[in-house]
């Protein structure tokens, strides 16, 4: 084999590194939704919860304040994934918000989109499953 042919062959573990990307952003694209759906079921679990049994020993200020400050919490989670999706994109440096090529690069910044704007559905998402918990004053 000369030098030319040499040249043309894939590095052996390229393709293993760039999908191990890959399946890293997949995993990480999933992380918002997955933390919206924790505080949807922690927070009604814990209000049905307390509805159900402690209504009438105290007041809900202290279940309201925990998880309030679990909302921020979490908020301040999905913030961090959607801006690390959102530098990911990378639509500030290219100036396209399509990747039409369908390349390795116009792969990872659509895994960066996706990510972004899964983000900011999850983050509209743990205000609303908040809402109740700052309009009601009680269970009753």
Sequence with gaps: M????????????????????ERESLWRITLAPTIWAFHFVISYAAVSVYCFRYDHLAAMGTLRAGLIAMTVAMLAAIAWIGWRAFLRWDVRG??????????????????????????????????????PLIVLASCR
């Design 2 to 21: 000369n030098d030319s042919e040499h040249d043309r062959q894939p590095h052996p573990r390229a393709d293993e590194h760039e999908f191990g990307e």
């Design 94 to 131: 290219t100036g396209e918000f399509s990747n039409p090529e369908g390349n390795a690069e116009d792969r990872h910044q659509f895994l960066g989109h996706a990510g972004f704007l899964l983000a900011l559905i999850s983050f509209i998402g743990v205000v609303y499953d908040t809402l």
